[in-house]
């Protein structure tokens, strides 16, 4: 069964006005833990979770669901990705330093996976009360506006994102290097408004590290359904799930391919 994609965007605003914007700028010292050093979770992350898990797996019987938050209580949650079933993925506040510091960028971010593909992105931006959208085959959209990736250009002409250990920490220094040839190298601390910019062909690309899925797994859609190409650095297609390192995010292949060959370790 395939989820009604206004009724996942309503739900995704009613957790916004519920668990989210209320604390936004009011956040209690005792309302933010530390996961580990320097990887915050607040009040907000795990009741946005919990109203998300219950509503979403409602609306699709026998669907189950992949959170964040519920990761880093159990790993276990990761086995989930092993069924072929229909599967939720929710990163409730991403972007969660912006959140804690009073500041945005953060979303909320939804994938919907079926046989192991993401079939259904969803990301909202709780203060611009906008929700990005793409289902498999029907375009990206961000309200009733199509988005469209950027044209190509010259590695001097593109912006976007680069993390430095992409291709590797032991070519990171090489990396590091290599950006100032850019246009513009920018960092917005939010995965989810990262990709809503690439899909609207605000900036020409992305190379990640960490592929935690609730970072990806949507945006990877959107940004396909825009009209633009990703790939590992590998080759490889990316896949909701996996954790190998490195995925580089384009207008087109040819795109890709482009700034691949100028990246990568000789």
């Given at each position: 069964?395939?989820?009604?994609?206004?009724?996942?965007?309503?739900?995704?605003?009613?957790?916004a006005?519920?668990?989210?914007?209320?604390?936004?700028?009011?956040?209690?010292?005792?309302?933010?833990?530390?996961?580990?050093?320097?990887?915050?979770?607040?009040?907000?992350?795990?009741?946005?979770?919990?109203?998300?898990?219950a509503?979403?797996?409602?609306?699709?019987?026998?669907?189950?669901?992949?959170?964040?938050?519920?990761?880093?209580?159990?790993?276990?949650?990761?086995?989930?990705?092993?069924?072929?079933?229909?599967?939720?993925?929710?990163?409730?506040?991403?972007?969660?330093?912006?959140?804690?510091?009073?500041?945005?960028?953060?979303?909320?971010?939804?994938?919907?996976?079926?046989?192991?593909?993401?079939?259904?992105?969803?990301?909202?931006?709780?203060?611009?009360?906008?929700?990005?959208?793409?289902?498999?085959?029907?375009?990206?959209?961000?309200?009733?506006?199509?988005?469209?990736?950027?044209?190509?250009?010259?590695?001097?002409?593109?912006?976007?994102?680069?993390?430095?250990?992409?291709?590797?920490?032991?070519?990171?220094?090489?990396?590091?290097?290599?950006?100032e040839?850019?246009?513009?190298?920018i960092?917005?601390?939010?995965?989810?408004?990262?990709?809503?910019?690439?899909?609207?062909?605000?900036?020409?690309?992305?190379?990640?590290?960490?592929?935690?899925?609730?970072d990806?797994?949507?945006?990877?859609?959107?940004?396909?359904?825009?009209?633009?190409?990703?790939?590992?650095?590998?080759?490889?297609?990316?896949?909701?799930?996996?954790?190998?390192e490195?995925?580089?995010s384009?207008?087109?292949?040819?795109?890709?391919?482009?700034?691949?060959?100028?990246?990568?370790?000789?």
């Open positions: 069964m395939r989820p009604d994609p206004d009724r996942v965007a309503a739900l995704l605003r009613e957790t006005e519920a668990d989210i914007l209320p604390r936004f700028r009011t956040l209690a010292d005792d309302q933010v833990m530390e996961k580990k050093p320097g990887d915050l979770v607040t009040v907000a992350d795990i009741e946005a979770e919990r109203r998300l898990t509503s979403l797996s409602a609306l699709v019987p026998g669907s189950i669901v992949v959170g964040e938050e519920a990761v880093h209580r159990d790993a276990s949650v990761l086995q989930r990705f092993e069924d072929d079933g229909p599967l939720w993925i929710i990163d409730p506040v991403d972007g969660t330093q912006n959140f804690v510091d009073g500041r945005t960028p953060f979303v909320i971010i939804v994938a919907f996976v079926l046989g192991g593909e993401t079939r259904g992105a969803w990301i909202h931006d709780p203060v611009g009360d906008e929700t990005a959208i793409a289902m498999e085959g029907e375009g990206a959209w961000l309200g009733e506006t199509r988005l469209r990736v950027s044209p190509g250009a010259a590695i001097n002409e593109m912006t976007g994102l680069i993390n430095s250990n992409a291709y590797g920490r032991p070519h990171r220094d090489l990396v590091r290097s290599k950006k040839a850019f246009g513009e190298v960092r917005y601390r939010c995965a989810g408004h990262a990709y809503t910019r690439l899909a609207a062909g605000d900036n020409h690309f992305s190379i990640y590290n960490r592929l935690w899925s609730w990806h797994a949507a945006g990877i859609l959107l940004h396909r359904e825009a009209g633009g190409y990703s790939a590992r650095v590998d080759g490889k297609p990316y896949r909701a799930g996996e954790r190998v490195g995925l580089l384009a207008p087109s292949r040819e795109c890709w391919t482009q700034i691949h060959e100028f990246l990568k370790p000789d």
